[in-house]
């Protein structure tokens, strides 16, 4: 069956880096377009991007270029999304989540990890 | 970029009751619309997609309506568990509505 696991929480300082893993499994990690949302807490859900992890192209939501880099690896069939310049308001619920193109809608997600970001 | 506006922020309703969430795009989008449910401390599920279509095994008392830029989903008879926080999202750059509470009145 489907699942993306997720790396576990992460407490940082204000400017440094986190790096949130997302592993893969019960598919092919590239043959589907992988996404990442994110939800501060009492929130609503924040669209940060999208990796393509058949040839690793991304797109960034503006806000976040120049701070985001989404990557992957397919021998390990695993994505990862490094957010740096973590400020307070960074402080969030990270989630992947699989896109299915054809139902234009994310039909597995991850679990969820908790970044805290505090001095 | 399409900013999407939901309303009510908050739907009081009574199980049995009939709900109706609105979901309006800044510009048209089609029917490239999914609507999802979240529950506290889970990820959203998605139930919609292209507006109108339910996704896989999702209850019939859920439904989506609508094209370019206005949206409803409908729960016809409200079951306990689907008192949740319902978002909706667009494909034309992803971002999503900022949700609806459906609380118990």
Known sequence: QVQLVQSG??????????????????????????????????QGLEWMGIINPSGGSTSYEEKFQGRVTMTRDTSTSTVYMELSSLRSEDTAVYYC?????????YDYWGQGTLVTVSS | EIVLTQSPATLSLSPGERATLSCRASQSVGSYLAWYQQKPG???RLLIYDASNRATGI??????????????????????EDFAVYYCQQRSNWTFGQGTKVEIK
């Open chain 2, 42 to 44: 889970q990820a959203p």
């Open chain 2, 59 to 80: 209850p019939a008392r859920f439904s989506g309506s609508g094209s370019g830029t206005d949206f409803t989903l409908t729960i016809s008879s409200l079951e306990p």
């Open chain 1, 97 to 105: 989540a699989r896109l299915e193109l054809v139902l234009g809608g």
């Open chain 1, 9 to 42: 929480a992460e407490v940082k300082k204000p400017g440094a880096s986190v790096n949130i893993s997302c592993k893969a499994s019960g598919y092919t990690l590239s043959s589907y377009y992988m996404h990442w949302v994110r939800q501060a807490p009492g």
